[in-house]
């Protein structure tokens, strides 16, 4: 271990450098002009595991490739086997004039690394390959086995992946599941994720008019999309912030006392938390503090809306059209195909007259909740808590991760949630960054991480 550590010691600024030229890699997989830079990112990442001395291969799937790699080489013959998981895809950099540096420009300031990507996932994820890499380049050796799972589609859902996991089931077995796409709980107080929300994605369009019409004209005696999708996202929730959508929480277990009591120990400040996002006050459903409807309450919300003319000045029309990307975050139990059917039935019945309603269903996860006493937690908590020198919490969160509950339906295996980012990181939004600190202490847990794993998970 000793050595390993002065290894990653020695190697920072070339760790740091490897992670700047992956961040330079636009891999973006919504935006279809940039399938061959996803494909690029891929083949980085594969070769960063080649020259650890892995065992790599690109696996073609219907949308981008999956990375795999692995090195079954461990000594000990019980030695566990750990799958890593990671997305080398990120989101779209959109909107590209609120970023101080350019999005795929990767820039270091201020303690961190500013660029699509630094923390969800390319940051996160290559602190294990680094990891390993690690012990590999400095003892020849780990301590366990390692598959890694790299995947492109994460940012779209992971749709092609569940074929690959599917297909490769005894090539996958493993012990344990290892990921870091979350975020510790705040500044130094790092955290193990034990529940996920689950997610269900769709898109409405409604079509009116066969073209945009004069609206003095005929305004009056036509439905105007707009105001009829408008009318339809107002139905989603009543005035206590509750999704109206039928069935919504049938399936919904409680939150039980203990996890409300371990939630509301976490430290928290109101005030501050609205102060980061820059608003006065918070909403949601009545009854649950903001950090239960973040991480334990299923919601819904509108995530892109369009119609009519979004240019300079006023135009007098009835746009042809309108439409709206809706998700919903599920928790466990919920099942996100049963809810997007109920939610284009429930749309439907409510539109008005004189446009027709297009429903497409876009992907879909369950939530997810793990066991927080497992040896593999345990392992866990050791190894963040060397790294960091504090011990981390136990943590729900909001976001989703396909991949979790399909490994745990596919292969039963359980999957230890890492996060080394914070959730002030900007994912997903203009000037994402990742504390370059964070970076090589998340890489150190993870070099620890494998060897308190072998000490024992055997
Ligand atoms: N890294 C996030 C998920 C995340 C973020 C979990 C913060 C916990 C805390 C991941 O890359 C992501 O954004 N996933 C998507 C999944 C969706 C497109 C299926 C999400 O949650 O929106
Ligand atoms: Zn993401």
């Not at 020849?140 to 996991?165: A, T, Y």
């Not at 090539?171 to 290892?178: G, Y």
């Not at 709206?324 to 939610?343: E, F, G, M, W, Y």
């Not at 963040?384 to 909001?398: C, L, N, S, Y």
Request: proline letters at 6%; aromatic letters at 8%; charged letters at 20%.
């Amino acid at each position: 271990m000793q050595t390993v550590v002065q290894y990653l010691q020695a190697h920072q600024s070339d760790a740091l450098e490897t992670l700047k030229a992956l961040l330079r890699i636009p891999s973006v997989s919504a935006i279809t002009v940039h399938k061959p830079d996803v494909r690029r990112a891929a083949e980085f990442v594969r070769d960063q595991l080649a020259s650890a001395n892995l065992t790599t291969e690109l696996v073609e799937t219907a949308g981008h490739p999956i990375v795999y790699a692995e090195w079954l080489k461990a000594e000990k013959p019980n030695a566990p086997t750990v799958l890593i998981y990671g997305h080398y895809d990120v989101q779209p950099p959109d909107p590209l004039d609120k970023w101080v540096t350019p999005a795929f420009e990767p820039d270091v300031r201020d303690g961190c690394i500013w660029a699509r990507g630094a923390t969800d996932d390319k940051g996160q994820m290559l602190t294990h390959v680094l990891s390993v890499a690690a012990w590999l380049k400095a003892t020849g050796k780990l301590p366990i086995n390692v598959k890694f799972v790299i995947e492109g589609e994460e940012e779209v859902g992971s749709n092609n992946l569940d074929v690959f996991l599917a297909a490769n089931r005894e090539k996958l077995r493993s012990d344990i599941a290892v990921i870091s796409d979350t975020s510790q709980y705040a500044p130094n107080i790092p955290a193990i994720t034990y529940g996920l929300r689950g997610i269900l994605a769709c898109e409405v369009r409604l079509i009116g008019p066969k073209q945009d019409l004069h609206s003095g004209i005929f305004g009056g005696a036509i439905t105007n999309p707009a105001t009829a999708l408008a009318r339809l996202i107002a139905s989603l929730h009543d005035a206590n912030g509750r999704v109206e959508i039928p069935g919504f929480y049938d399936d919904v277990k409680p939150l039980t006392d203990t996890e409300r009591s371990g939630f509301a120990a976490l430290p928290f400040n109101e005030r501050d938390f609205l102060a980061s996002v820059g608003v006065e006050s918070s909403w949601g459903e009545t009854g649950f503090t903001s950090t239960e409807r973040r991480w334990a309450r299923p919601t819904c919300e509108i995530n892109g809306l369009t119609s009519g003319y979004q240019g300079e000045g006023p135009k007098t029309i009835i746009p042809s059209w309108a439409s709206a990307k809706i998700t919903c975050r599920l928790v466990p139990n919920q099942d996100p195909h049963k809810l997007t059917k109920s939610l284009g039935q429930f749309l439907q019945k409510q539109l008005l007259p004189g446009c027709r309603l297009e429903f497409v269903e876009s992907h879909g996860c369950p939530g997810f909740i793990a066991d927080a006493n497992s040896p593999f937690m345990d392992a866990a908590r050791s190894a963040i808590q060397e790294a960091f020198g504090t011990k981390p919490v136990m943590i729900r969160e909001g976001g989703s991760i396909p991949v979790v509950g399909t490994l745990k339906e596919l292969l039963g295996v359980d999957t230890l949630l890492l996060g080394w980012g914070q959730n002030t990181d900007n994912l997903h939004s203009p000037n994402e960054h990742f504390a370059v600190a964070d970076f090589h202490r998340g890489t150190l847990a993870s070099a620890m991480l494998w060897q308190r794993i072998a000490d024992r998970c055997a």
